[in-house]
């Protein structure tokens, strides 16, 4: 604890306790028991998220004379539902474009001609787990951000394309 709140000990830091000074990597090489009396503690992680709910923030509060992180819930801003999530093709090729991957994406279809013109000419939109997406993902090594981004619902707060004026 410094100045009445509790802190994150740092590899600068020093810690004291009847006179003796002990430097961060000598109070790590301590035992839980032995770290406490020079009032460094274990912190363990806060209560996880209740079902629906994601973490909104977290604090280091004071319980009892000892820290804890406390973290605070939010609703999470959609629910996940049973039925396939369908991403229209129009807004698939969108963000693929956006993210500037369409001509590496369209070269991997393009090696099975078949699937890609189903990929492409799919009514519903395509199942963000069709086989061939998730193949075409792993073969061009996307990262699991743009492919959470490129497969998002138009409501999951990604934009919908705009019609093309003209």
Do not use: C
């Not at 519903?124 to 993902?137: E, K, L, M, Q, R």
């Amino acid at each position: 604890m410094k100045k009445g709140s509790w802190t994150a000990l740092n590899e600068d830091d020093a810690v004291s306790h009847n006179d003796v000074v002990a430097s961060y990597s000598t109070v790590m090489l301590w035992s839980g028991k032995e770290r406490e009396v020079f009032g460094v503690f274990e912190i363990a992680p806060g209560a996880p998220p209740p079902e629906g709910m994601l973490i909104a923030s977290t604090t280091l509060e004071d319980r009892d004379g000892r820290p804890a992180w406390v973290n605070t819930f939010e609703p999470i801003p959609y629910a996940p539902s049973d039925e396939p999530a369908f991403v229209p093709v129009a807004m698939l090729r969108q963000r693929i474009e956006k993210l500037g991957m369409w001509d590496d994406f369209a070269a991997y279809l393009a090696q099975n001609p078949a699937e890609m013109l189903k990929v492409l000419t799919l009514e519903g939109g395509v199942d963000p787990t069709y086989p061939a997406i998730t193949a075409a993902f792993e073969a061009m090594k996307v990262p699991e951000a743009a492919r959470a981004y490129i497969l998002a619902q138009p409501s999951a707060g990604v934009p919908d394309p705009q019609p093309i004026a003209g």
